[in-house]
């Protein structure tokens, strides 16, 4: 019962933070709406008994990558900002777009047979390892390749950025 | 009748509310006194007395700055960002209170008969949980820069978080190596983690423990710490010799003492956290039949010392005064042999004594050092405090590895 609550509420922060995001004029709203959004992602992982992913959600993206994003709003000039016309105004395009898109989730949805819900199954306790040492094991063994690919990865985008941050001299 | 008590005293819910209350109160008591100490404490450093008006020894001071600061004018400047303005102060001191929420004080205890520990909640993931709210106490600077509409709110609001930024890398870093020890994320098995003495009197704590002595990541983390806090000699958002005030320029009232607030309370954060990771949390630092006597000691030490200074008074209330807390000095230490009390206070002394060592180190170190330079602020972070702390990390992993 509880839980349910708690879902609707960290849901309606989600899609409530996502909707203002893509709605507000000032950049400086539109920022802070996504960080409320991505509260609600990380509420909702808490609920899914994912405490690691819960605080990697709020140190990250929360504590670091919006930090940064609010960084580089409050150096531009808003009010020049929130003037200009807009190059995204494209209601037809993005109108049909959305429309086949979402037509295409349903379809999607409906052949897999998602549609029309099954009765509410209770998560499995858990049991074993807490959460933190199962997502290592599975990080570190199973999928170490894939893991490590994706850190060469970031490494080559960060010695990238910084060369091309770098003045010519 | 009595039973029926017990019973609904150690109802969860029931429990948890006076757990709250209790801590609550004593954080925010602390709080304010914490600035009482600091004032008095930096004072003597430069020779002067500090204050002396409100209360015997200014020890009523608190009260007194609370009282005018909830009764002074709430300024709300013509040009500011309201609803932003509004909301900065509160994010700020919110995440930096709910920080005491799952740090642990002592171990499990039995009072009549509950047994309970003396923490609010044991989170699994107890230290990222307060990395998580470090990392979302950026935004009450960070907005209360930009909302002020002011140019060197926006400046002292910048370098804020670019500094946090920079200094949660190290910080995080230095944490990391005392959780390879310890095995655990959970503050309460980190801190069990450290209990007993090697060679039968070493302690087993973080800063000692082998095969990884922890040394290096304690000094790390302390300087990230100051960093993390805007104390000295890292408060370059609010250095009022460039600045005016920094972020809290245009704040008044209550709204400009919740930043204090939050100051201090991250101050007492990082502290509790250290005395955790590295110190041993609330274990002695000999064992045990020498370690139960030594806050008696110490208590007597301190009240006949009060007593003595009373019985030469420097100023005139000193005769009355001086005596009055010697006494009551006494009379706690005395509280420590009840044997009934022992299994409660000895551990909060340890824990206590040790956190407050280290608020005094905050504070010293702010009568002490002058402030740096934005860029070689910076310069530290990236170029020394980063690569020393992944060092650090991988030979403790290493070694903890090769020898454990």
Redesign the interface.
């Known amino acids: 019962m509880l839980d349910t609550i708690f879902f609707y509420v960290f849901a309606l922060l989600t899609i409530g933070g996502a909707i203002a995001t893509i709605t507000r004029r000032s950049a400086m709203h539109s920022a802070l709406s996504l960080i409320v959004s991505l509260l609600g992602v990380a509420g909702l992982y808490l609920l899914q008994k994912a405490e690691f992913l819960f605080a990697v959600q709020i140190v990250l993206y929360i504590g670091g990558i919006m930090v940064l994003f609010l960084f580089v709003i409050m150096l531009v000039n808003l009010d020049q900002a929130a003037k200009e016309r807009q190059f995204n105004r494209q209601w037809l395009l993005g109108l049909v777009a959305s429309v086949l898109v979402g037509a295409q989730m349903v379809w999607m949805l409906n052949s897999a047979g998602v549609l029309s819900l099954p009765a509410a199954v209770p998560a499995p306790a858990a049991t074993g390892p807490g959460n933190i040492e199962a997502l290592a094991d599975l990080l570190f063994r199973e999928y170490l390749l894939p893991f490590e690919v994706a850190s060469l990865l970031l490494l080559v985008a960060i010695v990238g950025s910084v060369m091309m941050a770098k003045k010519t001299s | 009748m009595n039973v029926d008590l017990i019973s609904i005293l150690g109802n969860f819910y029931v429990l948890t509310l006076i757990k709250l209350g209790l801590v609550a109160g004593v954080l925010l008591t602390a709080l304010a006194y914490l600035q009482w100490i600091e004032r008095k404490v930096i004072a003597h450093i430069q020779l002067r007395v500090g204050p002396t008006r409100v209360g015997p020894h200014g020890l009523l001071q608190p009260l007194a700055d609370t009282i005018k600061l909830l009764t002074k004018e709430d300024l709300m400047p013509s040009h500011v ?1 309201k609803f ?1 303005y509004v909301l900065a102060p509160m994010v700020a001191v919110f995440f930096a209170l709910s920080a005491i929420a799952v740090i642990p004080f002592g171990p499990k205890i039995n009072v009549f008969g509950i047994e309970t520990y003396m923490q609010l909640s044991d ?3 107890g230290i ?2 307060l ?2 709210l ?3 106490g ?2 009450g600077i ?1 907005l209360a ?2 909302s002020s509409n002011n140019k060197y709110s ?1 400046i002292g ?2 370098r804020s ?2 500094q ?2 920079s200094y ?1 890398l190290p910080m995080a870093l230095a944490i990391a190596s005392p959780l390879l020890l310890a095995g655990s ?1 959970s503050l309460r098995e980190i801190a069990e983690s450290q209990a007993g003495f090697m060679l039968g009197f070493i302690p087993r704590w973080s800063i000692f423990q082998m095969p990884a002595p922890q040394l290096m990541a304690f000094v790390l983390f302390m300087i990230a710490g100051f960093a993390e806090t805007n104390r000295i000699p890292f408060d370059l958002p609010e250095a009022e010799n460039e600045l005016v005030a920094g972020f809290h320029t245009e704040y008044s009232s209550m709204k400009f003492a919740s930043f204090f607030m939050a100051e201090y309370a991250n101050m007492v954060t990082i502290c509790c956290l250290a005395t955790l990771l590295f110190l041993g949390g609330w274990y002695p630092i000999v064992p045990s039949p020498v370690a139960d006597y030594i806050p008696t000691l110490v208590h007597l030490a301190g009240g006949g010392m009060l007593i003595f200074h009373g019985l030469q008074p420097a100023r005139k209330w000193d005769k009355y005064t001086m005596p009055v807390f010697g006494v009551a000095f006494l009379a706690v230490g005395l509280l420590f042999l009840v044997p009934f009390l022992q299994p409660i206070l000895l551990p909060l002394f340890w824990f206590i004594s040790k956190v407050g060592i280290l608020l005094f180190l905050f504070i010293w170190v702010r009568a002490t050092l002058p402030r740096f330079r934005y860029d070689q602020l910076m310069h530290f972070a990236w170029a020394f405090m980063f690569p020393v702390s992944v060092v650090h990390l991988f030979v403790t992993a290493f070694l903890v590895a090769l020898l454990k």
């Open positions: 960002n932003f989170l699994n993931i990222l949980f990395l998580a470090s990392g979302m950026v935004y960070a820069g930009w926006l609001g910048l978080s670019a946090m930024i949660e994320l």
